[in-house]
């Protein structure tokens, strides 16, 4: 796939949905409900492509049961983010999931605010991506749309970069979006001219996804806060079928 293949060749995106937040409703109680397990099965059943877990330092949301239990009844593929930590990467090696997405992390973050600094502490994180790599597992950086990120992860070695769309996201519709997203589709056209797989999320939802969607080889959406939100009108399968719909529509 290249920038310049044509949309009407283009495949849609795939859609990986994050059910982080199913686990975050059953923490709030300490029980066992909802169970995110559930969540993946309902996900698959309206068409996700992958599905995506975040198994925090703090476990504030998925915990390590449910990323076992992913691994072995999971039919699409898992994708596992996590922080550059050894003792997060020693669960990734155990469990080996299809992809893991380094992502930056700090304890008193609601959610994660920005892309991996990833030229500051290049021996660490390509530590970490040589030994996915060499474990078999694709390994991906969840990186803001700055040039000096994208080459340095690039440079080492990642399969795939996750471009942060948080400040598309927020950004009012209008000129101040516009800029945003000329700096995603600018940023994607770097990382596939170094044959890097592209994906995008953070922010994303039913109204602001189609724009993102038809940046020239986007690969792979990662979708999570908005389509639980869905959920809780029209079901989790429904929710994940219309979105499906929007990122298709947009290619």
Same mark, same amino acid.
């Given at each position: ?133 060499? &474990?078999? @597992?694709? *390994?991906? !950086?969840? /990186? ?8 340095? +992860? #690039?440079?080492? $070695? ?54 993102? &969607?038809? @940046?020239? *080889?986007? !690969?792979? /959406? ?8 869905? +959920? #809780?009108?029209? $079901? ?16």
């Amino acid at each position: 796939m290249t920038a310049s293949t044509p949309n009407s060749e283009r495949r849609p995106p795939r859609l990986g949905v994050n059910i982080d937040h199913v686990a975050t409703l059953r923490q709030a109680r300490q029980g066992v409900e909802p169970d995110p397990v559930w969540a993946a099965v309902a996900s698959e059943l309206g068409g996700a492509d992958g599905i995506t877990v975040h198994l925090r330092e703090d476990r504030r949301h998925i915990q390590d049961r449910d990323v076992r239990v992913l691994r072995r009844t999971v039919q699409v593929g898992l994708n596992l983010e996590l922080a550059v930590e050894p003792s997060m990467l020693a669960i990734a090696l155990e469990i080996r999931p299809d992809q893991v997405t380094l992502v930056p992390e700090r304890r008193q973050e609601v959610t994660t605010e920005g892309g991996l600094a990833v030229a500051s502490q290049r021996d660490r994180v390509g530590e970490a991506v040589s030994r996915l790599r060499d &474990a078999g @597992i694709s *390994a991906a !950086a969840f /990186l803001d749309p700055d040039p000096s990120e994208i080459d340095a +992860a #690039v440079a080492l $070695g990642v399969d795939a970069i996750e471009l942060h769309t948080g400040r598309y996201a927020d950004a009012r519709e209008g000129r101040a979006r516009d800029v945003e997203l000329e700096a995603l589709r600018a940023a994607g056209a770097r990382i596939v001219s170094a044959g890097v797989g592209l994906h995008a999320g953070h922010g994303l939802n039913y109204r602001n996804v189609g724009e993102v &969607a038809s @940046i020239a *080889a986007m !690969a792979e /959406l990662n979708i999570g806060h908005a389509i639980v939100c869905r +959920a #809780v009108f029209v $079901g989790l399968e429904r929710a994940v079928r219309e979105m499906k719909g929007r990122i298709e529509a947009a290619v």
